[in-house]
């Protein structure tokens, strides 16, 4: 096996500490990470805290016909109710985001909805992996250093950055509106919200949150705050990144069945839909899951979903709504038909743009086809995944989450025959008893990069590469159900843009900190050589065996790393991919090389 293992900083209970003891935030992202527990301390208690609604201190949102009545910036200028609601963030409204449930505040416009951060102590209970917050800055970029305060008395720190309203990354931000209200009138300027999450200590009950103190030039705005629930009983045994946000039709009331294959199997099943960076909600008339018989096919009757309790759901922009529980048996390694009816009309759509398995979709006004066993109704052919980024399976002992580019996606690996790595991987852990039959996702995107978005993170686009990985990390990783280890194999599409190894390498150690932190192990993964790709000049290879010392140095502190540039590259040659191994265009692995991947994984460094 070519697999080397580094020992990182653990805890006595195998789990990883803190890199720094007072705090710790992500190089090149605005997403902000967190220390977690301290040993309890013998100080005097702050006040008692409050419902953060008691704390509300400024208004940031205001009528289009009043646009005077509030002042989010102090300027005069705020957010448009009306922007809000056209996006489906309307007050009172639970909004699912990376896997919490945030509350918008209740209050109408132009009366107070959130709190400047100026060390306030907040009510807050719960356990859970991490504490998210709705925020924004003004004035700039704003931050600073919080405490979270458990009820045995113990605290811990966290450090909490809100991007700018008016110029934060739209990468990351959970919702883009397109205007600004100022005392002059409304302006064609978009303004954001975000949501940012720092971790806790696993297993202990929160008792509040005690909010940054924050400088006079830049205000930390808080609208709301929530503890991320640990999802336990759960495993992902399915996944897939949205990658951008593509033009589609115009579809009229159709139903989408999309095929996707199942790692682990359990005896109940949930599904996970993602309005991702869309500026409007999208209604879900009906879904369903079923085996798939052949094609559009299901083996038996499909399996109705419900989302609280209802046959359909409206997804904010941005937003993530998980469907309820439902007992259907999901085998493990089989094909799921899983459908879901449009009934409006979709000009664009959240995708995952490389999904190397043909799903289908019903005609234009052919109405709610969910129920239905037969595949006659579904006459057209979809290569990518709208809207579907998760399947969870009741039970199971948590999952391992590939993060990575088109060679992780299975760029041209054989359609519809599940050949890419992370597939031939899980298909090692169901074959052995000596390590957990871990569910694998795969959280690859075609084109992604480590340090750059080439998708912007807003607006239509024919770009499907995704935001950076950084940015994506919360989401696509960190978030995923019962994720205990992180594969992450990417930097060629920046070594061949012509990204320095030095930014690689620091994208790199921010992905392993923000991963640590939230006590996941850390596989990092060799560059392969891509020399001979027409896109991939002498100055690349340089930058890529850059990288690689440095992964292979365990500078990183990885849990383990994977050699996949000594898996596929020709002894004779090593800058360029072993032929046998070569899908003909010198950068993707053929089947068989990606099945030297699989092969190359030391399963124990999954678990550790």
Same mark, same amino acid.
């Given at each position: 096996?070519?697999?080397?293992? !580094?020992? /990182? +900083? @653990?805890?006595?209970?195998? %789990?990883?500490? &803190?890199? #720094?003891?007072?705090?710790?935030? *992500?190089? =090149?992202?605005?997403?902000?990470?967190?220390?977690?527990?301290?040993?309890?301390?013998?100080?005097?208690?702050?006040?008692?805290?409050?419902?953060?609604?008691?704390?509300?201190?400024?208004?940031?949102?205001?009528?289009?016909?009043?646009?005077?009545?509030?002042?989010?910036?102090?300027?005069?200028?705020?957010?448009?109710?009306?922007?809000?609601?056209?996006?489906?963030?309307?007050?009172?409204?639970?909004?699912? !985001?990376? /896997? +919490? @449930?945030?509350?918008?505040? %209740?209050?109408? &416009?132009? #009366?107070?909805?959130?709190?400047? *951060?100026? =060390?306030?102590?907040?009510?807050?209970?719960?356990?859970?992996?991490?504490?998210?917050?709705?925020?924004?800055?003004?004035?700039?970029?704003?931050?600073?250093?919080?405490?979270?305060?458990?009820?045995?008395?113990?605290?811990?720190?966290?450090?909490?950055?809100?991007?700018?309203?008016?110029?934060?990354?739209?990468?990351?931000?959970?919702?883009?509106?397109?205007?600004?209200?100022?005392?002059?009138?409304?302006?064609?300027?978009?303004? @954001?919200?975000?949501?940012?999450?720092?971790?806790?200590?696993?297993?202990?009950?929160?008792?509040?949150?005690?909010?940054?103190?924050?400088?006079?030039?830049?205000?930390?705005?808080?609208?709301?705050?929530?503890?991320?629930?640990?999802?336990?009983?759960?495993?992902?045994?399915?996944?897939?990144?949205?990658?951008?946000?593509?033009?589609?039709?115009?579809?009229?009331?159709?139903?989408?069945?999309?095929?996707?294959?199942?790692?682990?199997?359990?005896?109940?099943?949930?599904?996970?839909?993602?309005?991702?960076?869309?500026?409007?909600?999208?209604?879900?008339?009906?879904?369903?899951?079923?085996?798939?018989?052949?094609?559009?096919?299901?083996?038996?009757?499909?399996?109705?979903?419900?989302?609280?309790?209802?046959p359909g759901a409206t997804?904010?922009?941005?937003?993530?709504?998980?469907?309820?529980?439902?007992?259907?048996?999901?085998?493990?390694g089989a094909n799921l038909?899983?459908?879901?009816?449009?009934?409006?009309?979709?000009?664009?759509?959240?995708?995952?743009?490389?999904?190397?398995?043909?799903?289908?979709?019903?005609?234009?006004?052919?109405?709610?086809?969910?129920?239905?066993?037969?595949?006659?109704?579904?006459?057209?052919?979809?290569?990518?995944?709208?809207?579907?980024?998760?399947?969870?399976?009741?039970?199971?002992?948590?999952?391992?989450?590939?993060?990575?580019?088109?060679?992780?996606?299975?760029?041209?690996?054989?359609?519809?025959?599940?050949?890419?790595?992370?597939?031939?991987?899980?298909?090692?852990?169901?074959?052995?008893?000596?390590?957990?039959?871990?569910?694998?996702?795969?959280?690859?995107?075609?084109?992604?990069?480590?340090?750059?978005?080439?998708?912007?993170?807003?607006?239509?686009?024919?770009?499907?590469?995704?935001?950076?990985?950084?940015?994506?990390?919360?989401?696509?990783?960190?978030?995923?159900?019962?994720?205990?280890?992180?594969?992450?194999?990417?930097?060629?599409?920046?070594?061949?843009?012509?990204?320095?190894?030095?930014?690689?390498?620091?994208?790199?150690?921010?992905?392993?900190?923000?991963?640590?932190?939230?006590?996941?192990?850390?596989?990092?993964?060799?560059?392969?050589?891509?020399?001979?790709?027409?896109?991939?000049?002498?100055?690349?290879?340089?930058?890529?065996?850059?990288?690689?010392?440095?992964?292979?140095?365990?500078?990183?502190?990885?849990d383990a790393v994977l050699?996949?540039?000594?898996?596929?590259?020709?002894?004779?040659?090593?800058?360029?991919?072993?032929?046998?191994?070569?899908?003909?265009?010198?950068?993707?692995?053929?089947?068989?090389?990606?099945?030297?991947?699989?092969?190359?994984?030391?399963?124990?460094?999954?678990?550790?």
């Amino acid at each position: 096996m070519l697999v080397h293992t !580094f020992l /990182g +900083a @653990r805890g006595g209970n195998g %789990r990883h500490r &803190p890199a #720094a003891a007072a705090g710790l935030v *992500a190089t =090149g992202a605005a997403l902000a990470l967190a220390v977690t527990a301290a040993p309890a301390l013998a100080v005097q208690r702050p006040a008692e805290p409050l419902p953060l609604e008691r704390l509300f201190d400024n208004t940031a949102v205001s009528d289009d016909a009043r646009p005077g009545a509030a002042d989010f910036d102090g300027a005069g200028n705020s957010l448009s109710a009306q922007d809000l609601a056209a996006a489906g963030w309307t007050p009172g409204r639970a909004l699912g !985001f990376d /896997g +919490a @449930r945030l509350r918008l505040p %209740r209050a109408a &416009p132009g #009366a107070p909805d959130n709190v400047r *951060a100026d =060390g306030q102590r907040v009510r807050l209970a719960g356990r859970g992996d991490a504490v998210s917050f709705l925020v924004a800055g003004t004035g700039g970029t704003a931050g600073g250093d919080g405490t979270v305060r458990y009820r045995d008395g113990s605290r811990g720190a966290y450090t909490l950055t809100a991007p700018d309203w008016r110029t934060g990354p739209l990468a990351t931000k959970a919702v883009a509106l397109p205007h600004l209200n100022s005392p002059a009138g409304q302006r064609a300027e978009k303004t @954001r919200l975000f949501v940012v999450t720092v971790p806790v200590a696993r297993g202990r009950e929160i008792d509040s949150v005690v909010l940054p103190r924050t400088g006079a030039a830049a205000a930390l705005h808080v609208f709301a705050v929530a503890v991320r629930a640990e999802p336990r009983g759960w495993t992902g045994s399915w996944a897939a990144a949205s990658s951008g946000y593509t033009a589609v039709g115009p579809w009229r009331d159709r139903t989408l069945r999309l095929v996707v294959h199942t790692s682990a199997g359990g005896p109940r099943a949930r599904i996970r839909l993602a309005n991702t960076f869309a500026g409007r909600p999208l209604a879900i008339g009906h879904a369903s899951v079923a085996l798939q018989a052949s094609g559009a096919t299901a083996a038996g009757r499909p399996v109705p979903l419900r989302f609280g309790g209802r046959p359909g759901a409206t997804v904010p922009a941005g937003a993530e709504q998980f469907s309820d529980p439902v007992g259907f048996r999901v085998p493990a390694g089989a094909n799921l038909l899983v459908s879901v009816h449009l009934p409006g009309t979709v000009d664009a759509l959240p995708v995952h743009g490389l999904a190397l398995q043909r799903s289908y979709l019903s005609a234009d006004d052919s109405g709610d086809r969910t129920g239905e066993r037969a595949g006659g109704s579904y006459g057209q052919s979809l290569t990518t995944w709208p809207l579907l980024t998760g399947v969870d399976v009741g039970g199971g002992p948590g999952s391992v989450v590939a993060l990575g580019d088109s060679i992780t996606d299975g760029a041209n690996s054989t359609p519809d025959a599940n050949r890419r790595w992370p597939d031939l991987l899980w298909r090692r852990l169901a074959a052995q008893h000596a390590v957990p039959r871990l569910g694998v996702l795969n959280e690859a995107i075609s084109g992604n990069r480590v340090v750059t978005d080439r998708y912007p993170g807003d607006g239509v686009s024919t770009i499907t590469s995704g935001v950076s990985a950084q940015h994506r990390l919360d989401r696509d990783v960190l978030a995923q159900t019962s994720a205990r280890t992180v594969l992450v194999f990417e930097g060629v599409n920046d070594v061949r843009a012509g990204t320095s190894a030095d930014e690689v390498v620091t994208g790199l150690r921010a992905v392993t900190a923000r991963a640590h932190a939230r006590g996941l192990r850390v596989v990092m993964a060799t560059i392969a050589p891509c020399a001979g790709e027409r896109y991939c000049p002498p100055s690349a290879n340089t930058q890529r065996e850059k990288v690689n010392a440095f992964i292979r140095s365990g500078a990183g502190r990885f849990d383990a790393v994977l050699d996949f540039d000594a898996v596929l590259r020709d002894p004779a040659r090593p800058e360029r991919i072993l032929p046998a191994y070569d899908s003909g265009d010198h950068l993707h692995p053929n089947d068989a090389g990606m099945r030297a991947f699989a092969d190359a994984i030391e399963l124990r460094d999954l678990v550790g």
